[in-house]
């Protein structure tokens, strides 16, 4: 038989000749053939005594070419953009929407698109009703002006705004206002005013040591709660501490909410003193 044929006898397999090194049996539709591997496009083999070693190099390839189907979409290319033609699943790591508002915030719905939550109004806060979140206004809380040293007023019956106890008011906003006035004066007694933004639709109050004083009426850009004036009206030389309570409803038109200070005559003067303070909430 030929050199590179092995043939089948009752004794085995009977080689022609000895397999050279990295030699194989192939079968060649009859039979069996030794013979090597061939080394294909950038594939170098090298055959030893008892083995074959196998390498292959190549320069990579350049993509000419991206074409998307469904549920994925190409503009093709070598640099093509690729997206999506529907929304990825919650399950499979997406949200479930197309677009989210801009300055929206998430939550969670199961397997469902998220829930967006809108800011809402300003100063609003992110709170949570046990089941879900909301944006809510939040609970009136109330907000301290304190007056860290004493002021002298020497104008007369000219009202002087105070240096300190001041705040501002939105529009279309009720407040509850309340606060301690600490006053001393000499000559004339000491008087206390406030006033706010034009034309509030409600303004009631309540001073004490006075009863309670139901501050119903104003007119003009501002008001003056004058039925307050004459309660702290004092003699040729004294102090007082009186407290009070404010509500006001304020309307379309924002502003300052100030406490105002005079004296009951010329001559003298009047000092609405350090630790005197007013405190208010919105609602």
Do not use: H
Not at 105 to 132: D, F, K, Q, R
């Amino acid at each position: 038989m030929a050199d590179d044929i092995v043939s089948l006898s009752g004794e085995g397999l009977k080689f022609g000749r000895f397999p050279a090194n990295g030699e194989l049996l192939i079968g060649n539709g009859s039979g069996l053939k030794l013979s090597t591997l061939t080394a294909g496009s950038n594939v170098t083999i090298t055959n030893s005594s008892g083995g074959i070693s196998i390498s292959a190099t190549s320069s990579g390839g350049t993509v000419t070419s991206v074409t998307g189907t469904t549920p994925i979409t190409s503009t093709g290319g070598a640099t093509p953009n690729i997206a999506l033609t529907t929304p990825v699943a919650v399950q499979y790591g997406g949200t479930g929407l197309a677009t989210i508002t801009s300055n929206n915030l998430m939550v969670g719905n199961g397997t469902g698109a998220v829930s967006l939550i809108a800011p809402g109004a300003s100063g609003n806060l992110l709170t949570s009703n046990g089941t879900t979140w909301a944006s809510t206004a939040p609970t009136a809380v109330w907000t301290t002006v304190k007056k860290t040293a004493d002021q002298t007023v020497s104008s007369g019956t000219t009202y002087v705004d105070d240096s300190a106890l001041s705040f501002s008011m939105l529009a279309n906003t009720t407040y509850a206002i309340r606060g301690v006035c600490f006053l001393s004066y000499t000559t004339n007694g000491a008087v206390v005013s406030f006033n706010g933004p034009a034309s509030p639709t409600r303004i009631l109050g309540q001073t004490t040591p006075n009863t309670t004083v139901a501050l119903t009426t104003y007119s003009g850009a501002t008001y003056s709660l004058s039925p307050l004036n004459a309660i702290f009206a004092g003699g040729a030389t004294g102090q007082i501490v009186s407290a009070f309570n404010i509500e006001v409803v304020n309307g379309a038109t924002g502003g300052t909410f100030a406490m105002r200070l005079a004296q009951t005559g010329s001559g003298g003067s009047m000092v609405c003193q350090k630790g005197s303070f007013i405190e208010y909430a919105a609602f």
